[in-house]
């Protein structure tokens, strides 16, 4: 199964990290976070990939053209004998890697659209380059199959930026949560789609989130996996702390892997 990341976008709000290099790029724990969230997959045995390029997409295929050498020991022959011998073997053998350039301002669903010829399969994933999760890809795609609609969408219930007051009706404060979970579920992408979804994007400026969701919850062809796990999206420079944080702890929730 094909799993499709969005790579393109510009990361406005990550400016500190994303000024010289796309936001898949940016290092968690001396990684790329696009390499933790493959890794993910990976673990799942889903391995063959297609990324969405756009800003700054050259940089990607850069990282990826020269990964042999950057993740093994090696030996060059120099000369007009040249020769490169890569010594041990990274843990990414069997990755399969399609970078697709998708257009430097092409929204999320165009994006998917410019990627179809790379789609041979009727079921194949969608997810976004900079969220961090422990989903259950199995447990997901079993879900997906259960139900038998067009798409499903990957929610999560989302912890509250602030602190929540509840006040008696004299102005007390009765209970205080300091940045509770709130009750609400929203989109954490790791979406599941059929051949349909193309159909439901008519060009480049074509949202994802828009048109072809709303159409497919319009119609009853959408499905919500609830994830009660971890769910982390690095946009700011806050968050991209905390990720560091968490992996140099040692206490990585999607790290999943050996």
Same mark, same amino acid.
């Given at each position: ?9 510009? $990361? ?8 010289? +290099? ?10 790329? !976070? ?10 799942? +045995? ?9 800003? =700054?997409?050259?940089?990607? @295929? ?13 030996? !060059? ?21 399609? #970078?697709?350039?998708? $257009? ?9 659209? =410019?990627?179809?010829?790379? !789609? /041979? ?20 795609? /079993? ?56 159909? #439901? !994007? ?16 319009? /119609? ?5 996996? +609830? ?10 420079? =806050? ?11 040692? @206490? ?7």
């Amino acid at each position: 199964m094909k799993i499709v990341i969005l790579c393109g976008g510009q $990361g406005t709000r990550l400016r500190e990290e994303t000024e010289y +290099r796309p936001k898949p790029l940016v290092d968690v724990g001396g990684k790329p !976070i696009l390499w933790h969230i493959m890794k993910l997959f990976a673990q799942y +045995r889903h391995r063959d990939f297609v990324l969405c390029l756009g800003y =700054r997409g050259t940089m990607i @295929k850069e990282y990826f053209l020269n990964y042999e050498a950057m993740n093994s020991d090696i030996t !060059i022959n120099l000369g007009r004998l040249h020769q490169i011998l890569y010594h041990g073997a990274h843990k990414e053998q069997d990755f399969r890697v399609t #970078l697709a350039d998708t $257009g430097l301002n092409s929204m999320t669903g165009g994006r998917v659209k =410019r990627v179809q010829q790379y !789609i /041979e399969d009727d079921t194949f994933m969608v997810t976004y380059g900079d969220g961090l999760a422990d989903v259950n890809i199995a447990e997901l795609l /079993e879900f997906h199959k259960s139900h038998g609609k067009a798409a499903t969408m990957t929610t999560v219930r989302p912890i509250s930026r602030f602190g929540l007051a509840e006040l008696d009706a004299d102005g007390s404060v009765a209970r205080f949560a300091e940045k509770p979970q709130l009750d609400s579920w929203v989109s954490a992408g790791y979406f599941v789609f059929n051949r349909r979804l193309f159909d #439901l !994007i008519p060009d480049d400026n074509c949202i994802l989130e828009r048109e072809p969701l709303e159409r497919l919850a319009a /119609e009853g062809q959408l499905k919500a996996y +609830r994830h009660h796990g971890f769910f982390y999206a690095m946009d700011t420079y =806050r968050e991209y702390l905390y990720l560091n944080e968490l992996w140099n702890q040692d @206490k990585a929730p999607w790290r999943i892997w050996q």
